[in-house]
Antibody, heavy 125, light 111 residues
Framework: QITLKESGPTLVKPTQTLTLTCTFS??????????VGWIRQPPGKALEWLAL???????RYSPSLKSRLTITKDTSKNQVVLTMTNMDPVDTATYYC?????????????????WGQGTLVTVSS | QSVLTQPPSVSGAPGQRVTISCTGS?????????VHWYQQLPGTAPKLLIY???NRPSGVPDRFSGSKSGTSASLAITGLQAEDEADYYC???????????FGGGTKLTVL
C-alpha cells in the first residue's frame, strides 16, 4: 500500500522560503518509472501542479513558478523535499504530494495517485 | 482562468445520470494527451477516479466512466448517490505551457 504524508510549517512570513517534506512508503523512488509530484490548492480554488521529480532525478517545474521552486529527493529516507522562495500571501494553499508513474509510450500522460493528506500553509506577517 | 474548462457546478437527483465536461484545446486534449479525473470529497485530498481517458482504478465503481473526443473529455456518473457529492477535476498535459494542467473543478450536488 502506497502512502504519502506532507510536513512543514503551517505559517510563513512574506518573503520567507517554504520547505515542505513528503515522506512516503510502499514504493521506492529508485525504481524505474516512479515519480513524486507536488500540487497545491488555494482555499476554495482549483488544483495547480507545481513540480515533479523522477527516479532518475529528472525534475520538472511549472514554468510560471520555476524560478522559485526546487525539488529534491532522498531515496534512502523515502523523502521528497520542495522549497519555494519569496513566499507571498497568494501562495496560501494546501500543498499535496502525490505518487506518479511514467507512461512508457507517452511520458507526459502522467497521472497522480495516490495523494497525501495535504498540509495547509498560510503566508502572513 | 484554467486551461481546461469545466462547468462550475452540476446537479442531479439520486439515481440519475450526470456528465461533467472538460474542454481543452489543440495544445492539450486535442494534441492527444490523456485526460484523468479526480474526485475530491469535502475536506479531503483528491482521489484518482479515471486515468487514461476511460480507465477505472481498482475499487472505483463502474458507475463512473470517462470518454474523450477531439479537444474535450467527459466524466459520466450513473445511478447518482448521495456520497458522490464532491468536487471533480480533470487533468491533462499542455505542450504549449510544458505544464500538467487541471481544470477549474466542478461541484456536484446530489439533490
Amino acid at each position: 500500500q502506497i502512502t504519502l504524508k506532507e510536513s512543514g510549517p503551517t505559517l510563513v512570513k512574506p518573503t520567507q522560503t517554504l520547505t515542505l517534506t513528503c515522506t512516503f512508503s510502499g514504493f521506492s523512488l529508485s525504481t524505474s518509472g516512479v515519480g513524486v509530484g507536488w500540487i497545491r490548492q488555494p482555499p476554495g480554488k482549483a488544483l495547480e501542479w507545481l513540480a515533479l521529480i523522477y527516479w532518475d532525478d529528472d525534475k520538472r517545474y511549472s514554468p510560471s513558478l520555476k524560478s522559485r521552486l526546487t525539488i529534491t529527493k532522498d531515496t534512502s529516507k523515502n523523502q521528497v523535499v520542495l522549497t519555494m522562495t519569496n513566499m507571498d500571501p497568494v501562495d496560501t494553499a494546501t500543498y499535496y504530494c502525490a505518487h506518479s508513474l511514467v507512461v512508457p509510450a507517452a511520458p507526459q500522460d502522467n497521472w497522480f495517485d495516490p495523494w497525501g493528506q495535504g498540509t495547509l500553509v498560510t503566508v502572513s506577517s | 482562468q484554467s486551461v481546461l474548462t469545466q462547468p462550475p457546478s452540476v446537479s442531479g437527483a439520486p439515481g440519475q445520470r450526470v456528465t461533467i465536461s472538460c474542454t481543452g484545446s489543440s495544445s492539450n486534449i486535442g494534441a492527444g494527451y490523456d485526460v484523468h479525473w479526480y474526485q475530491q470529497l469535502p475536506g479531503t485530498a483528491p482521489k484518482l477516479l479515471i486515468y487514461g481517458n476511460s480507465n477505472r482504478p481498482s475499487g472505483v465503481p463502474d458507475r463512473f466512466s470517462g470518454s474523450k473526443s477531439g479537444t474535450s473529455a467527459s466524466l459520466a456518473i450513473t445511478g447518482l448517490q448521495a456520497e458522490d457529492e464532491a468536487d471533480y477535476y480533470c487533468q491533462s498535459y499542455d505542450s504549449s505551457l510544458s505544464d500538467w494542467v487541471f481544470g477549474g473543478g466542478t461541484k456536484l450536488t446530489v439533490l
